[in-house]
């Protein structure tokens, strides 16, 4: 049963640490996204990958986000240093890059920030 | 840019009826996908349905059909005999041509089946 898996699945810290989240697309996808699901904004895209390079980071805030893939197994979102209004959240997403472009949603990590 | 409109924020339905749920979008891109999504209280994104922007006839997944309109450019979801675990968001979703596939989502609509 492929499934995007992403950790932590919760992650409460305190203003000004860092946060490291994880994500596992599913084999064999090459895009990857990250969204961001608040009660204020909803859901919007952060950023995006194809074959591991970036194609949209558009919606990330530069100068504390930054979003990479290591290997194709593993995508990471960083936040340093976090701020209360990063409270959120945050989705993997990824696809086959196909025509079909299905979008499957890995469970989400909450993040709270103090 | 691509805009997706849902204009009823939460509907009340009788267990076993069926339910429609509104979807409008905005593109300039000349092709287009349309998605569902389901989001429970548990909070997972669960894909139901796509609907390409050249494809002729409308998607149908079990007891999932989107209603698609191209001239008036809507996609609404239809759900056939519905069920207490149909209760959660919907969102109505976007992506763009290839090289524009991020989802741009609608507000939601958030589904109640009464028993």
Known sequence: DARVT???RHKVTEMGQEVTMRCQPILGHNTVFWYRQTMMQGLELLAYFRNRAPLDDSGMPKDRFSAEMPDATLATLKIQPSEPRDSAVYF??????TGEDTQYFGPGT???VL | A???TQTQPG???QEKEAVTLDCTYDTSDPSYGLF???QPSSGEMIFLIYQGSYDQQNATEGRYSLNFQKARKSAN???SASQLGDSAMYFCAMTGRFGNEKL???TGTRLTIIP
Do not use: E, H
């Open chain 1, 6 to 8: 992403q950790t932590p």
């Open chain 1, 92 to 97: 993997c997403a990824s696809g086959s890059g």
């Open chain 1, 110 to 112: 909450r993040l709270t």
């Open chain 2, 2 to 4: 691509q805009k997706i």
């Open chain 2, 11 to 13: 509907m009340f339905v």
């Open chain 2, 36 to 38: 569902w999504y389901k």
């Open chain 2, 77 to 79: 979801l239809v759900i």
């Open chain 2, 104 to 106: 741009t989502f609608g």
